[in-house]
C-alpha cells in the first residue's frame, strides 16, 4: 500500500546505535506533547508523552525531551533496533484535547 | 482485547456516492476523533467528539458528516460534497477532552475512488 513515509525527512540508522528525532512545535501556550509511531498500513501507536512542567521524561528505552525556550521536541531511541523502522510522529496539545501532528520523520535502521 | 476497530480496512467509493466508515471502541472514553492522513502528510482533524450526543468540526470538516448516539461508536460519512476523498482515515479516542491523555488510534481505513 502508499507509504506514510512518502517524501519524508529520513533517518538511516545502524542497527545497535542511538536514534535522535527532532520536532519543532508551533505554539508556545501548548501544554502537552505526545510521540507517535506508524508503521505503514497502521494506525500510529502511542509511544510516550511529556507536560510542559517537564524538561525529560524516560520510558523503555525511549527518552522526550523539551526545550520550552526554543519549542522543541527530540525523541531519543536507545538500541535501535530493526522494529523500531517506522514514522516518527510528534504532536502538540491545543483547545479541548486537539492535537497539531509534525509532518513525521522516517526511520529505517539499518541491519 | 480493548481497542479501537476500524472497519472496512479498504472501502472504494463511485463518484456521486456516500460511503460510511465505521469506528468502535471498547476503552469505555468519552472523546472521539477523526483524522485525514495524505502520504507526506501530519494528520489533519475533521471532527470531534467530546461526548455522546456532540461533536464539532475539526479544520477540514467541508464534505463530511458524523453521529455520536452510543459512546463506543462515531462512525464517519464521506460524502459526494468531498472532492478529493482518496486518503487514509483513522479514528482516536481519549479518555476525555479536557485533560491531557494521548489519544489512541484504530488502525485506518484507506478509502480510494473508483
Known amino acids: 500500500g502508499e507509504s506514510v513515509g512518502l517524501h519524508l525527512p529520513t533517518l538511516s540508522v545502524q542497527e545497535g546505535d542511538n536514534s535522535i528525532i527532532n520536532c519543532a512545535y508551533s505554539?508556545?501556550?501548548?501544554?502537552?506533547f505526545i510521540w507517535y509511531k506508524q508503521e505503514s498500513g497502521k494506525g500510529p501507536q502511542f509511544i510516550i508523552d511529556i507536560r510542559s512542567n517537564m524538561d525529560k521524561r524516560q520510558g523503555q528505552r525511549v527518552t522526550v525531551l523539551l526545550n520550552k525556550t526554543v519549542k522543541h521536541l527530540s525523541l531519543q531511541i536507545a538500541a535501535t533496533q530493526p522494529g523500531d523502522s517506522a514514522v516518527y510522529f510528534c504532536?502538540?496539545?491545543?483547545?479541548?484535547?486537539?492535537?497539531?501532528f509534525g509532518k513525521g520523520n522516517q526511520v529505517v535502521v539499518i541491519p | 482485547d480493548g481497542g479501537i476497530t476500524q472497519s472496512p480496512k479498504y472501502l472504494f467509493r463511485k463518484e456521486g456516492q456516500n460511503v460510511t466508515l465505521s469506528c468502535e471502541q471498547n476503552l469505555n472514553h468519552d472523546a472521539m476523533y477523526w483524522y485525514r492522513q495524505d502520504p507526506g502528510q501530519g494528520l489533519r482533524l475533521i471532527y470531534y467528539?467530546?461526548?455522546?450526543?456532540?461533536?464539532q468540526k475539526g479544520d477540514i470538516a467541508e464534505g463530511y458528516s458524523v453521529s455520536r448516539e452510543k459512546k463506543e461508536s462515531f462512525p464517519l460519512t464521506v460524502t459526494s460534497a468531498q472532492k478529493n476523498p482518496t486518503a487514509f482515515y483513522l479514528c482516536?479516542?481519549?479518555?476525555?477532552?479536557?485533560?491531557?491523555?494521548?489519544?489512541?488510534f484504530g488502525d485506518g481505513t484507506r478509502l480510494s475512488i473508483l
Open positions: 505554539n508556545s501556550a501548548s501544554d502537552y
Open positions: 482516536a479516542s481519549s479518555i476525555s477532552a479536557g485533560e491531557n491523555q494521548p489519544q489512541h
Open positions: 504532536a502538540e496539545r491545543y483547545g479541548n484535547n486537539r492535537l497539531a
Open positions: 467528539s467530546q461526548i455522546v450526543n456532540d461533536f
